[in-house]
C-alpha cells in the first residue's frame, strides 16, 4: 500500500470522527467508537464473498437443531471467524426507523462468532449505542464507514469493466491504519503513544537483528514469535512477515505461531482482530489479556524469537500488589537461583518494571535447539544504570551479562518514537552466541544513524530508511570496533562496592577499641568505593593504591561488599568539543580590531 492511500484512508476515518461524533463526544472520547467500528467494518468486509454460504449453513444447521454452530458456520465463511445474523453492515443504511435500526444493529453484532465478541466486549463497543441512538447518528456512522469512497476490503474495488478503482488492503496495511488511528487518538489524549505503538521502522531494525544472524540456520521447520506487552499486535506481524521473507529466499518452508500478551482492552481487542483476519482461530487464542508480569499466561512455553517494546519509567505497584508484594514475590523469573545465592533477587524498583519484561523472555529462551532463542527489546536508558551494586536493576544486569546472553545493545537517535524524545536502546540477547561473540558485549552508538522525516509525526522527527538499517545491522554483523562500534569482556561492566571504614580516635591518637576488642567505626569518615573488574590486582591493590595512602587505619568491611553492574554510552561514545587553537582566537581578536579601528572617535564626534 502506498501512503498515499494509506494516509487517505486514515484521514476519510478520522474525518467520521469529526463529521457525526463531534457534538455528541468530547475528543477525547472518538476512539470509543471509531476503533471498534473500524474493525467491524474490516472484519465486515473479509466476510462478504462467503455471506450467502454462511446464512445457507445456517438454515441447514437451525433445521438440524445443532446447537453447538460455530465451527461449522466459520468453515462456511473461509474465516476463523463468522457472522450469522442475515444482514451485511451496508444493509443497516436503509433503517429509517430508530427502533428498527437498534434491533437489526443488536442482532448483526450478536450474530458474529465468540471470539469476535470478545474482542467487542474488550473495546466495550455495545456501551456507546445508547449514546448513538439517542444523538440519532448511529445511522450516519455506519453509512460513513461503508462509503464506496474508501475500500477496506482484502479485495479490490472493480468498475463494470473490471478495471481496478480501489485497491484491496492486505493484513499488514490494514494493520498500520490501525496503528496510525491509536496513534493519532493518543495524540489527542496526550498520551504515551509508545505504550501502544512502536514504529514500523523500529521494528523492522529490531526484526532484522534477531533474525538475519540465523538466517543460514532456518529449517523447513516449526518457529514461534512471542511479544509479552504486544500492543496492537505491530511487532509480531512483522516478525511473522520478515521471517516468512528470510524463509523464502533459503528455500525453506516455516510454520510460524505467533504468541502475545496484552493488558490494555482495546489495544488487546486490535491484536486479536488482526489475528483473526490472517485466518487461523489459533493464532488469536494465542493472544492473551492479562498482565504478563503478574498473569503470565505462558509461564510453561518457551519461544524462538521474542520482541518487546515493553512499558517504561511506568509503575507496577499494582502487579507487585498481585504477586504478594515486593517482599513476598517468588516468581523465579525474578528471583533464582545464581552466583550461590538460591534467592537472587532481581526485582526492581516499583516505579519502572520495564526490565522485568527482558527476564520475562529471558525465563523463555529455549536451550535444546540449534539457534536457541533470541530476543530484542527496547527500553530507555534506565535499564542500563539503575539500581545500585546489589539491588534489583544490577543484579539484572549481572544475571544476564554473567550467563552470556547480551549480545549487543544498540542506542537509537532520539525522537524516534512519537510522543518521547527520550534516549531508547535496543537490547539483543542471544544464549546460542556465534564463537566470536561468547563473552562479550557489543555497544553500537546508532544516535547519529537516521533519516529525517519531512513532516514530524507527534514527537517522531526521524526515522530508519532501508538504508539506515543496513548501516545498523553492518555494523553488528561485521562485529569490528569502529567510532560506532565498541566491544567489550563481560567483565568491563562489572566492579565491586566496597564500604571503607575508618576507627574512632581516642586520646594522643590511640584507636578506639569496643567491649569485644574490635575497632570503634566513625561513622562519619565511612566511605563507599567502586572497583571495576578490570582493575589491575582488584580489589587489595585498589585498597593499597587508592585508600591507604590517605587513611593509613582504615579497613574494608567485607561483610557489605556487592557487585554491580552498569553500562555507560557516554563512557564509551563521548566526544569532547575540540577547543579552537589559540593561533585561531588571536587571528579572530586581530581582524575585530582592524574592524573597529577609529571607531570608538566616530561615534563621539557624531
Same mark, same amino acid.
Given at each position: 500500500?502506498? =501512503?498515499? &492511500?494509506?494516509? =487517505? /484512508?486514515?484521514? +476519510?476515518?478520522?474525518? /467520521? #470522527?469529526?463529521?457525526?461524533?463531534?457534538?455528541?463526544?468530547?475528543?477525547? @472520547?472518538?476512539r470509543n467508537v471509531i476503533l471498534p467500528m473500524?474493525? /467491524?467494518?474490516?472484519?465486515? #468486509?473479509?466476510?462478504?464473498?462467503?455471506?450467502?454460504?454462511?446464512?445457507? %449453513?445456517? @438454515?441447514?444447521?437451525? @433445521?438440524?437443531k445443532i446447537t453447538n454452530q460455530t465451527p461449522a458456520l466459520c468453515s462456511a465463511a473461509g474465516q476463523a471467524f463468522c457472522n450469522a445474523s442475515p444482514f451485511m453492515l451496508k444493509d443497516l443504511t436503509a433503517r429509517t426507523s430508530p427502533a428498527k435500526l437498534k434491533a437489526d444493529f443488536k442482532a448483526y453484532l450478536d450474530g458474529f462468532s465468540p471470539n469476535v465478541q470478545e474482542i467487542l466486549t474488550k473495546f466495550k463497543f455495545r456501551d456507546e449505542i445508547p449514546t448513538m441512538l439517542e444523538a440519532d447518528i448511529l445511522g450516519a456512522v455506519i453509512e460513513k464507514f461503508v462509503s464506496p469512497k474508501i475500500n477496506v476490503s482484502p479485495k479490490p474495488i472493480l468498475d463494470e469493466k473490471g478495471n481496478?478503482? &480501489?485497491?484491496? &488492503?492486505?493484513?499488514? #496495511? %490494514?494493520?498500520?491504519? +490501525?496503528e496510525e488511528l491509536i496513534r493519532k487518538f493518543n495524540e489527542e489524549n496526550n498520551e504515551e503513544a509508545g505504550e501502544h505503538f512502536t514504529p514500523r521502522d523500529v521494528v523492522e531494525l529490531m526484526a532484522d537483528l534477531i533474525f538475519t544472524p540465523v538466517a543460514n540456520k532456518i529449517l523447513d521447520s516449526t518457529y514461534s514469535c512471542y511479544d509479552g506487552a504486544c500492543g496492537s499486535g505491530g511487532m509480531l506481524t512483522v516478525a511473522e512477515n520478515r521471517l516468512v521473507e528470510l524463509a523464502e529466499k533459503k528455500k525453506k518452508k516455516v510454520s510460524i505461531h505467533l504468541f502475545g500478551q496484552e493488558v490494555q482492552g482495546e489495544t488487546y481487542a486490535i491484536a486479536k482482530a488482526d489475528m483473526l483476519l490472517k485466518g487461523d482461530g489459533a493464532q488469536a487464542d494465542n493472544i492473551a489479556f492479562a498482565s504478563t508480569l503478574s498473569g503470565d499466561a505462558n509461564a510453561s512455553k518457551e519461544f524462538d524469537f521474542m520482541l518487546s517494546n515493553p512499558p517504561y519509567g511506568k509503575s507496577w505497584k499494582v502487579d507487585a500488589e498481585k504477586m504478594g508484594g515486593k517482599k513476598g514475590i517468588v516468581d523465579t523469573r525474578f528471583i533464582t537461583q545464581f552466583a550461590g545465592n538460591p534467592e537472587f533477587n532481581m526485582i526492581p524498583r516499583s516505579s519502572d518494571g520495564q526490565i522485568l519484561f527482558l527476564l520475562n523472555n529471558v525465563s523463555k529462551m529455549k536451550k535444546d535447539t540449534a539457534i536457541g532463542s533470541r530476543i530484542a527489546e527496547v527500553h530507555n536508558g534506565s535499564s542500563l544504570f539503575t539500581g545500585d551494586a546489589g539491588q534489583g536493576e544490577s543484579n539484572a544486569r549481572r544475571y544476564m551479562i554473567e550467563n552470556d546472553l547480551v549480545e549487543a545493545i544498540i542506542a537509537l537517535p532520539e525522537k524516534m518514537f512519537y510522543n518521547t524524545g527520550i534516549a531508547t536502546f535496543i537490547w539483543v540477547l542471544a544464549n546460542k552466541k556465534e564463537k566470536k561473540r561468547k563473552g562479550k558485549v557489543q555497544l553500537i552508538d546508532a544516535t547519529s544513524i537516521c533519516t529525517p522525516l519531512r513532516k514530524s509525526m507527534g514527537d517522531k522527527n526521524c526515522e530508519f530508511s532501508p538504508v539506515n538499517r543496513k548501516q545498523i545491522l553492518k555494523l553488528f554483523l561485521d562485529f569490528k570496533e569502529n567510532e560506532q562500534c565498541r566491544i567489550f569482556d563481560n567483565n568491563e561492566f562489572a566492579y565491586w562496592k566496597i564500604t571503607v571504614c575508618q576507627p574512632k580516635y581516642g586520646a594522643r591518637g590511640k584507636i578506639l577499641l569496643d567491649k569485644k576488642g574490635n575497632k570503634q567505626v566513625n561513622s562519619d569518615l565511612t566511605d563507599t568505593e567502586q572497583i571495576p573488574f578490570a582493575y589491575e590486582g582488584g580489589i587489595e591493590a585498589f585498597f593499597e593504591k587508592e585508600v591507604k595512602p590517605y587513611a593509613k587505619d582504615a579497613w574494608i568491611d567485607e561483610k557489605q561488599t556487592k557487585i554491580g553492574y552498569e553500562v555507560s554510552f557516554t563512557k564509551y561514545f563521548y566526544k569532547p568539543i575540540e577547543l579552537r587553537s589559540l593561533e585561531e582566537i588571536t587571528a579572530d581578536i586581530k581582524a575585530l580590531e582592524k574592524e573597529t579601528v577609529g571607531l570608538l572617535d566616530r561615534i563621539l564626534e557624531g
Open positions: 500500500m502506498n =501512503q498515499q &492511500l494509506h494516509n =487517505q /484512508i486514515v484521514s +476519510f476515518i478520522w474525518g /467520521i #470522527a469529526d463529521d457525526c461524533l463531534r457534538d455528541v463526544y468530547v475528543r477525547g @472520547k472518538y473500524t474493525v /467491524i467494518r474490516r472484519l465486515d #468486509a473479509v466476510l462478504a464473498p462467503t455471506k450467502d454460504a454462511v446464512l445457507s %449453513m445456517k @438454515k441447514n444447521l437451525d @433445521k438440524g481496478e478503482i &480501489l485497491p484491496g &488492503l492486505d493484513n499488514h #496495511a %490494514m494493520g498500520t491504519i +490501525f
